[in-house]
């Protein structure tokens, strides 16, 4: 499955002299190393001298690095300098803060600090509310982790987290406009984690929960949502959910097949495979059957936690027990959010006619597309070099510009089937194919239907302080 990618891109500056055939040495010797070049840029020329930057794509680090090797070979050919264009990005960090108003003059200064930002406090302490007009507060999210569930690195950390938290803050802001900073927390104590973002909550306008392990993450976000005045939103379990059901509604519009009728096994009983089943059981699913490592989650099994409970009491109306090979018999959907290979090609050949895989594993799904592709109707992943992308991108910029333009309290139900009914109805069901179920992360209509629809839903549900849409237009 591996495949070259920007992600391993390395920057080659290499010397050699300008001669017939020089160039030809270089790209060949790239391309017998299986190198992709993606760029070939002059830096200077002196004398007889060229030197030229080889931007090329590798498999991994261990690839990028033959490569190098392969390139020394070369006869005449000095190899100046490498780098990873990935680092390069990163160092320094990726965002920055900028000021709104420049300060240039006395007058500048003294209204926007003292003696003129007195009288702005003192507003605000009379009406706490008038903070969400008054600062950053109005257009900013906190997005809050400690480290202990990072993308597919596991328990790595709060400072080593912070570089996901930044990109997550930059995708706020490159889709929705949204201002995000990243604050990652030393510590993973519950109880620490809820008292911390309580104390933060005055500066923000809603709080983005991120990378924090099960079942830690559904605990701290329950009691946050109803102890904050502002939105406390996991997207690890929501923002998979929603883009979860607005690809699975799509799927069903494609086959032809009723939410209400299908049977739909669930692979992974964490917060996210828990979420995915709220939700879905919210928009109309009667029949899905949840599994864990051991198999189906079921009515009357004893030592389980909450979470589990809550699935064995409220899926699986038929109380089914057995393997995955097992239960996904007859079944009309998978849907995994486990870990990689669990699935087979045999399992996929026991589902009903037309059947839909959604394996969003991470950085390796359920079962190889390549492998499941002759067997399966529509199949989705959560990778961005196949098809059917089910990237939580879709949901949070739009969802926290909508509760930030009606300062919401919270994010509920009806939000969430909102976003994903706006995120599913960007494609037409004319233009729907098996390998469009699903918008582009890039199509930038997404976010501002999302925010629209979620504005919407607070203002219907009493949710909403502001009680007209803010107008807010993304550049």
Known sequence: MTQHSPTYAI??????ADAPGAMGKITTAIGDADGAIGAVDIVNIAGHAISRDFTVNAKDVEHGKRIVECLRQVEGLEVVHVSDRVFLMHLGGKIEVLSKSPIKTRDDLSMAYTPGVA????????DPDASFALTIRQNTVAV???????LGLGNIGPRAAMPVMEGKAMLFKEFAGVDAFPICLDTQDTEEIIRIVQCLAPTFGGINLEDISAPRCIEIEERLDKQLEIPVFHDDQHGTAIVVLAGLKNS????GKAMSQVRIVINGAGAAGTAICKLLITSGARNIIACDRSGALHSGETELDATKEWLAQNTNPEAVSGSLSEVIRGADV???????????VDDIKSMNNDPIVFALANPDPEINPSLAGPHVRIMATGRSDFPNQINNVLCFPGLFRGVLNVRATTVNNEMKVAAADAIADVIPPSDLLDDYIIPSVFDRR???VVAQA???AALETGV???KTKAAYHLS
């Open 11 to 16: 920057t080659i500056r290499l010397r050699y």
């Open 119 to 126: 009288r702005v406090c003192n507003s605000i302490a009379a």
């Open 144 to 150: 809050v982790s400690d480290g202990s569930a990072v």
């Open 252 to 255: 069903l519009r494609r086959i």
């Open 334 to 344: 998978f849907i995994g959010v486990s870990a990689a290979d669990v699935l087979t």
């Open 446 to 448: 997404v976010a501002q």
């Open 454 to 456: 979620v504005s919407t």
């Open 464 to 466: 909403a302080r502001r």
